[in-house]
């Protein structure tokens, strides 16, 4: 477990750093000084970030134009009825300009009843619950139901534990803005880095699998939880920093390699909410 644990620091120190950022969809809210700002653009980069990398990042700078480079204070004032919406013909792959109106009319309605995405997320967790989970189902749910005309295929964008999504983009985005260091924000103190949940897709997936710290074979919520329990017998305060390594490895087309017989005990998993 010892020699694991060193393996995947190495691994981990490798991509975890500033140049991490150029090419990561979190190079968007780090453009960002503002907490406000951070946290809305922030979602929305979580949100699309799928698809080729170098078209998503030219699609969020295109969006980033359109608000004017002041998301906090386009998405309060936004209208959808007046004239010239600057919303109007964006899009990314299968998230239509419908979509992009109605999340942010979801979000700014989140600011009217809360005043941040923050204020909603620390309403729905304590420091006593083990993860993220019910905060995560709290913003998916709260954002589908605000605007009436929210497109059903929205649940996509917005997944939630409940339904058994591994949630892996807004697990992301929670942890751009808890974890601290060269590349996360860290702007959300109300929640501790051991109550993240590792982002799971089928790259980290993959090399999770490989190396033995994952048994389930469906990229779920269940198997989440699964990967964040064995990742915590690692390191038990900040466990989702292994994402470096696995989603790192993963897009540099790598692969991690561990010997069967050394591979990481059988982890309790966390308890699924």
Same mark, same amino acid.
């Given at each position: 477990?010892?020699?694991?644990?060193?393996?995947?620091?190495?691994?981990? $120190?490798?991509?975890?750093?500033?140049? &991490?950022?150029?090419? !990561?969809? /979190? *190079?968007?809210? @780090?453009?960002?000084? %503002?907490?406000?700002?951070?946290?809305?653009?922030?979602?929305?980069?979580?949100?699309?970030?799928?698809?080729?990398?170098?078209?998503?990042?030219?699609?969020?700078?295109d969006l980033c134009e359109r608000m004017g480079f002041r998301p906090y204070e386009f998405v309060?004032?936004?209208?959808?009825?007046?004239?010239?919406?600057?919303? $109007?013909?964006?899009?990314?792959?299968? &998230?239509?300009?419908? !979509?992009? /109106? *109605?999340?942010? @009319?979801?979000?700014? %309605?989140?600011?009217?009843?809360?005043?941040?995405?923050?204020?909603?997320?620390?309403?729905h967790i304590t420091q006593n619950d083990q993860h993220i989970g019910p905060a995560i189902e709290?913003?998916?749910?709260?954002?589908?139901?605000?605007?009436?005309?929210?497109?059903?295929?929205?649940?996509?964008?917005?997944?939630?534990?409940?339904?058994?999504?591994?949630?892996?983009?807004?697990?992301?985005?929670?942890?751009?803005?808890?974890?601290?260091?060269?590349?996360?924000?860290?702007?959300?103190?109300?929640?501790?880095?051991?109550?993240?949940?590792?982002?799971?897709d089928v790259h980290s997936g993959r090399q999770a699998r490989a190396i033995g710290i994952l048994?389930?074979?469906?990229?779920?919520?269940?198997?989440?939880?699964?990967?964040?329990?064995?990742?915590?017998?690692?390191?038990?305060?900040?466990?989702?920093?292994?994402?470096?390594?696995?989603?790192?490895?993963?897009?540099?087309?790598?692969?991690?390699?561990?010997?069967?017989?050394?591979?990481?005990?059988?982890?309790?998993?966390?308890?699924?909410?």
């Amino acid at each position: 477990m010892t020699t694991l644990k060193s393996y995947l620091d190495a691994i981990t $120190s490798k991509y975890e750093r500033v140049s &991490f950022i150029d090419g !990561d969809p /979190v *190079s968007i809210p @780090r453009a960002f000084d %503002s907490a406000q700002d951070q946290e809305i653009i922030g979602l929305f980069a979580a949100v699309l970030a799928w698809g080729r990398r170098d078209v998503m990042l030219s699609k969020l700078g295109d969006l980033c134009e359109r608000m004017g480079f002041r998301p906090y204070e386009f998405v309060s004032g936004y209208s959808p009825d007046r004239a010239g919406d600057p919303l $109007s013909g964006f899009g990314h792959r299968t &998230f239509l300009p419908a !979509d992009a /109106v *109605s999340l942010v @009319r979801g979000i700014q %309605s989140i600011l009217d009843e809360y005043g941040s995405i923050a204020a909603l997320c620390e309403s729905h967790i304590t420091q006593n619950d083990q993860h993220i989970g019910p905060a995560i189902e709290a913003l998916s749910s709260t954002l589908l139901r605000s605007p009436e005309e929210m497109p059903v295929r929205m649940r996509k964008h917005l997944p939630r534990p409940s339904a058994g999504s591994a949630c892996k983009r807004l697990c992301m985005f929670f942890r751009w803005m808890v974890r601290g260091g060269p590349v996360d924000l860290g702007i959300w103190k109300f929640i501790k880095p051991d109550q993240l949940i590792v982002p799971l897709d089928v790259h980290s997936g993959r090399q999770a699998r490989a190396i033995g710290i994952l048994k389930r074979k469906s990229n779920d919520w269940r198997a989440a939880l699964e990967l964040t329990a064995a990742c915590r017998l690692l390191d038990p305060h900040d466990p989702v920093r292994y994402d470096f390594a696995l989603f790192g490895t993963g897009i540099a087309g790598e692969t991690l390699s561990w010997p069967a017989n050394q591979s990481l005990p059988r982890s309790s998993p966390c308890t699924c909410s």
